[in-house]
């Protein structure tokens, strides 16, 4: 039997959401708390390189290379430190960071001095753990953390294996031909956990490849991301514009990416979707409706949101139509809170139950720093046979 390794994986801003993203597509590695974005699995493989690949909301993914009982020295933390950079390299360019509560006295400087001491040259690069993603990505340099675990009453020390190619990320966000920021696009890497939380949920029960759709596309960043897992794609709007521009979008995507997928885009109105129109149901339904006027007033809201109940039973009614059985909705519900009271479209969910979806996990709240409108991504089941 193969032993099992320790891994740290760190979550970007959005903890809640990379975790279930992570948990949906991993659901045999079990993560373990470590702080607010630190979290631990174990496993017989090394995933890091594929994880780092698939996943949307994981900034950087350590080995650990070696645990000390918590109350080891300073110095010899450095020393072990040192023999591990030196061990790999006669030059280490580094970084070491710590995280956590009963963090130790020790710089980037003090290890640098030490490997002076033994006759080596050494560069240190410093910076915060998630910022330093971008430096190491481009150096290739080892960089070290340390965990004080009050759990485990250990000193965790990991390496790491991998980070998030952030120029990628921006490349699909900032390079594809269409683009309409007016109307608020999502982020790719929000659209690419939406994405992967509904078709590891379909997984656990599926075996064949699943369909991906989204009726209210946009610009298309939810196809782009599901093309980036390689899934075929069904995608619509009722603007014409978008569903040229998603068109556009889809192309550049297959040609800079060189993916082989299967892509529709077409033009319907979400509330009255033809069945004709579909070669297949359905199976992942992954969508950011409309979510009202971006910086509505107090004084709109009331009536903004009876609006967009609306809008949103109907286009789950026509959905009903198209989805297969068993297949996954991850779809975004707006959320504003003013001074007096919170507008949501919480009181739809139970409505929902009626209609054949069931919420699968609670709700998770994904908000912009200073956005008026953020986004609650719901994840809902369907069974046709409810009515
Ligand atoms: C918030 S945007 C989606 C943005 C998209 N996620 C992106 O990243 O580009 C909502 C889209 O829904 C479309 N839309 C609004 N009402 C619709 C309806 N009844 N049927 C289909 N599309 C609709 C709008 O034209 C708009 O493109």
Redesign the pocket.
């Known amino acids: 039997m193969n032993s099992l390794s320790k891994f740290l994986v760190l979550f970007g801003n959005t903890t809640l959401l990379s975790k279930l993203e992570f948990e949906s597509l991993y659901p045999t590695l079990s993560l373990t708390k470590l702080d607010e974005h630190l979290y631990s699995f174990e496993s017989e493989t090394d995933l890091s390189t594929e994880m780092m690949e698939v996943l949307g909301g994981t900034v950087k993914i350590f080995g650990v290379v070696k645990e000390f009982e918590s109350n080891i020295a300073d110095e010899t933390l450095i020393e072990e430190i040192v023999a591990l950079l030196l061990s790999q390299t006669d030059e280490p360019y580094f970084t070491f960071s710590q995280t956590g509560k009963g963090q130790r006295e020790i710089s980037n400087a003090d290890i640098k001095d030490l490997i002076k001491e033994n006759g080596k040259k050494a560069r240190y690069f410093s910076g915060e753990l998630s910022e330093s993603a971008l430096l190491s990505h481009k150096s290739k340099a080892t960089e070290l953390l340390s965990f004080n675990d009050k759990v485990s009453g250990k000193l965790i020390l990991a390496q790491l294996r991998v980070v998030q190619d952030i120029d990628d990320w921006t490349k699909r966000d900032r390079n594809k031909p269409y683009a309409?920021r007016k109307?608020?696009?999502?982020p790719p890497k929000v659209?690419r956990m939406m994405v992967n939380i509904a078709s590891g949920l379909w997984q656990q029960k599926n075996e064949a490849k699943p369909l991906l759709y989204?009726?209210?596309?946009?610009?298309?960043?939810?196809l782009l991301e599901a093309g980036m897992r390689d899934l075929d794609v069904y995608g619509?709007?009722?603007?014409q514009n978008?569903v040229f521009g998603?068109r556009d979008n889809l192309e550049w995507f297959k040609q800079e990416y060189g993916k082989q997928i299967e892509s529709k885009v077409f033009y319907?109105?979400?509330?009255h979707l033809d069945l004709a129109t579909f070669t297949s149901k359905v199976d992942l339904l992954v969508?950011?409706?409309?979510?009202g006027k971006q910086t509505p007033r107090d004084s709109e809201l009331a009536n903004v949101f009876k609006g967009l109940e609306k809008?949103y039973l109907g286009?789950f009614k026509s959905f009903t139509k198209v989805l297969s059985d068993g297949a996954v909705v991850a779809i975004?519900f707006p959320r504003v809170s003013t001074a007096k009271r919170t507008y949501s479209l919480d009181s739809l969910i139970d409505k929902l139950k009626t209609k054949g979806y069931n919420l699968v996990v609670d709700p998770v709240l994904y908000a912009r720093e200073g956005a008026r409108v953020a986004r609650q991504i719901c994840l809902f089941s369907f069974h046709s046979s409810i009515k």
């Open positions: 309409d109307k608020g696009m999502l659209a989204d009726p209210f596309c946009g610009t298309g960043t939810v619509s709007d009722i603007d978008a998603s319907m109105d979400a509330g969508t950011e409706p409309f979510l809008m286009s975004v």
